[in-house]
């Protein structure tokens, strides 16, 4: 079983709207959890990374909230844009070594006009 | 350079060849991820540089999969022997901090027929 855990797996929204994404994980010990976006054929590219001490980050209309507590994280887009259509993938990192990280299967997002 | 490059974007090779793959990570990063990802699969770990510590090459799925890093920047993606499971395309990431991949490389697009 995966240990962090997406959903929805493929969300549609119109172009304007907001959406929320959300990521669980039963990832421990617990070091940072990162988001990405990965538009078709790209790399991934960071979005926001949390500590276990940070509740919230932002990255123009994207936010990133955490809660340790029940391991869950969501990424709430504003104002969508066409240019948002891509796969949003979770990353939780251990606090073992830089290298022990867990990937999500991520959330593919398709903005509409 | 501005990003992490790689080379080739783009690669068809017959089953049974050998096959390089080139990552350039960002000047000064001491961290190098390769990773690979199937059509419409999350990203799996590969192979992780730090520094001068010896690689952790516990992703790497075969003993037909190596990697090295040469003074500590460019890195080199070898696959003997490809097989048709091998299609993928194979990210390169850097880091200069802990706590995993900053940077993404566009990937290579590994075909083997």
Not at chain 1, 83 to 88: G, I, L, M
Not at chain 2, 11 to 32: M, N, Q, Y
Not at chain 2, 51 to 58: E, H, I, Q
Request: hydrophobic share 30%; with cysteine.
């Amino acid at each position: 079983k995966n240990q962090v855990e997406q959903s929805p797996q493929s969300l549609i929204i119109l172009e304007g709207k907001n959406c929320t994404l959300q990521c669980n994980y039963t990832v421990s010990p617990f070091s940072n959890l990162r988001w990405y976006k990965q538009d078709t054929g790209r790399g991934p590219v960071s979005l926001t990374i949390m500590t276990f001490s940070e509740n919230t980050k932002s990255n123009g209309r994207y936010t990133a909230t955490l809660d340790a507590d029940t391991k869950q994280s969501s990424l709430h887009i504003t104002a969508s844009q066409l240019s948002d259509s891509a796969s949003y993938i979770c990353v939780v990192s251990l606090v073992r070594n830089n290298n022990d990280m867990r990937f999500g299967a991520g959330t593919r997002l398709t903005v509409k006009p | 350079g501005a990003g992490v490059s790689q080379s080739p974007s783009n690669k068809v090779t017959e089953k049974g060849k050998d096959v390089e793959l080139r990552c350039d990570p960002i000047s000064g990063h001491t961290a190098l991820y390769w990773y690979r990802q199937s059509l419409g699969q999350g990203l799996e770990f590969l192979i992780y540089f730090q520094g001068n510590s010896a690689p952790d090459k516990s992703g790497l799925p075969s003993d037909r999969f190596s990697a090295e890093r040469t003074g500590g920047s460019v890195s080199t993606l070898t696959i003997q022997r490809t097989q048709q499971e091998d299609s993928a395309v194979y990210l390169c990431a850097s880091s200069s901090i802990g706590g995993g991949p900053s940077f993404f490389g566009p990937g290579t697009r590994l075909t083997v027929l």
